[in-house]
C-alpha cells in the first residue's frame, strides 16, 4: 500500500494542479484578446491612413492638371474593403482657406463606414490627411490652363 501511495497522486493534488493552471490560463487568455483587438485597430489605422495618402495624391494631380473644384466619395470595394469609404474635397475658395485661383486646399478623409450608410458619422473612426497646392505660372504653362 505505502509503495502505491508514492507512485501516485492523489485526486486533492490533481485538482490544485488543475486549478493553479486554470487561473493562469485565463488571465493569458484575455492578454491575448486584448492584444488582438489592439492589433486589429493599428491595421484599420494604417489601412486608413495608406488610402488617405494614395487618394491625396490622386487629387493632387487633378488640381495641378485641371485647377477644379470638386468632391468626390467613393469606397475601396475594388480592393476588397466595401465598407472603407473616403470623401476628397478640391476647394480654391477662401471659406475652404484657398485663394481663388491662386491656393487650393486638397482634404482627403477616410472612414470605416460601421453603418454602411455612406455617410461620415461621429463615432467612426476615420483619418484626415489635407494639404494646399498653389498655381504657378510654370505649371500653368505646362497644363495648358
Known amino acids: 500500500m505505502d509503495r502505491r501511495r508514492r507512485l501516485g497522486s492523489s485526486l486533492i493534488e490533481l485538482l490544485l494542479a488543475t486549478a493553479l493552471v486554470g487561473g493562469t490560463l485565463a488571465p ?3 492578454l491575448i484578446r486584448d492584444g488582438i483587438e ?3 485597430k ?3 489605422r494604417q489601412l486608413l491612413a ?3 495618402v494614395s487618394k491625396l495624391e490622386e487629387q493632387l494631380a487633378i488640381a495641378a492638371n485641371a485647377w477644379s473644384n470638386g ?3 467613393g469606397n475601396f470595394s475594388a480592393d476588397g474593403f466595401s465598407s472603407l469609404r473616403f470623401i476628397a474635397v478640391r476647394s480654391d475658395a477662401v471659406v475652404d482657406g484657398g485663394l481663388v485661383n491662386q491656393l487650393m486646399l486638397v482634404r482627403v478623409t477616410t472612414f470605416i463606414d460601421d453603418d454602411a450608410d455612406s455617410t461620415l458619422d461621429t463615432g467612426e473612426q476615420r483619418t ?4 494646399k497646392v498653389s498655381k504657378l505660372a510654370s505649371y500653368a504653362a505646362l497644363s495648358g490652363s
Open 50 to 52: 495608406n488610402y488617405a
Open 28 to 30: 493569458a487568455l484575455a
Open 128 to 131: 484626415v490627411y489635407r494639404t
Open 38 to 40: 489592439v492589433s486589429n
Open 71 to 73: 468632391t468626390t466619395t
Open 42 to 44: 493599428t491595421d484599420q
